[in-house]
Each structure stands twice: as structure tokens, then as C-alpha cells.
């Protein structure tokens, strides 16, 4: 039996690969979020089905299935948004101190003006012991030798920046 330009086998062919594709584009979405394997060959799936009834069927058959794909991507985001589905793909809630999102360690700007010794090479940045705490700095630009003395002369978050302390002769 022909149908559009094609025997029936072929269409089954080309809207299987079409759904494989769509089923796997799913499985990415709603299994295994991120940009994984599955979501690219879901999509090279689904552009395979359409190949298949342009090389098998001509061109009228590839639009029809193109149109099909179309059509059930469409369906699929107005299901998407009507089951909600995109809350649970996106954050939509606020990222405040409060609620617990936050990176600057607390307790660093005590350290403003405080002298060091550096206990690794700040090339610019390194770690430095102030009295019995051991920080993570970053030197005003320069190069500071392990065990030189250093000033603290800014602290910015997480950003400690400190200078060699000259000493005098």
C-alpha cells in the first residue's frame, strides 16, 4: 500500500525515529537534566526521521513528518507549561543571605591592617598564617617570598589583598 509517496513500513520507520527522538529529548528533560547524551541523539534521532523520509519517501513525506515533529514539539511545551513542568526545571526563588546563599566567609574584616607570614610563595596568591588563622590571599601585585612578612591592606568578600612589609634598617 502506498500512502503520500511511500510504502507504509517507511512511514512507520521515519515516525519512530521521529517519536525515538522525542522520548529521548524527554528523558533528558525530565530524568536526567543537563546537557547529556541523551538529549543529542534524541535530537539527531528525531532529525534522522525526517532524513529517512526524504531519502526514502521525497519531500512531501519529509515535510509531513516535519510538520508532525513540529506540531509535537508545540504540544509538548503547552504541556510542559500547563503541568507545570518548567517550575521544576528553573529556579524561581530568590538566592538571599537568609535562605543560605551566600560565599563570602564571615569574620575577614577583622583582618584589615593585621601582619602575616607568608607560608607559601604569593605568586600573586597564596596562603598566609596571621597569629594561629591561615588565609587565602593575594598579594597587591608582586611577587612575596615564603616566610617574608606581610601588612593586610584590603579585604573585599573573600578577597584579601595584602603588601610586603618593609622593614627598616
Do not use: C
Request: hydrophobic fraction near 50%; avoid cysteine.
Amino acid at each position: 500500500m502506498t500512502v503520500f509517496g511511500g510504502d507504509m513500513l517507511q512511514w512507520v520507520y521515519s515516525l519512530a525515529l521521529l517519536v525515538m527522538g522525542f522520548a529521548l529529548v524527554l528523558l533528558e528533560i525530565f530524568v536526567i537534566p543537563g546537557f547529556n547524551i541523551f538529549g543529542v541523539v534524541g535530537f539527531l534521532t528525531a532529525v534522522a526521521g525526517v532524513g529517512y523520509a526524504y531519502t526514502h519517501m521525497g519531500g512531501l513525506a519529509a515535510g509531513l513528518v516535519a510538520g508532525l515533529g513540529l506540531v509535537g514539539t508545540a504540544v509538548l511545551v503547552r504541556l510542559m507549561i500547563r503541568v507545570r513542568a518548567w517550575d521544576r526545571l528553573v529556579h524561581s526563588g530568590g538566592m538571599t543571605r537568609e535562605q543560605g546563599f551566600d560565599s563570602v566567609k564571615p569574620g575577614r574584616d577583622d583582618l584589615l591592617g593585621q601582619a602575616g607570614e607568608a607560608l607559601t610563595t604569593l605568586r600573586p596568591a597564596g596562603r598566609v598564617k596571621f597569629g594561629d588563622r591561615v588565609v587565602d590571599v593575594v598579594s597587591e601585585g608582586g611577587y612575596i617570598e615564603r616566610g617574608s612578612a606581610v601588612q593586610v591592606l584590603k579585604v573585599a568578600g573573600n578577597r584579601v589583598v595584602v603588601h610586603p612589609v618593609v622593614t627598616e634598617i
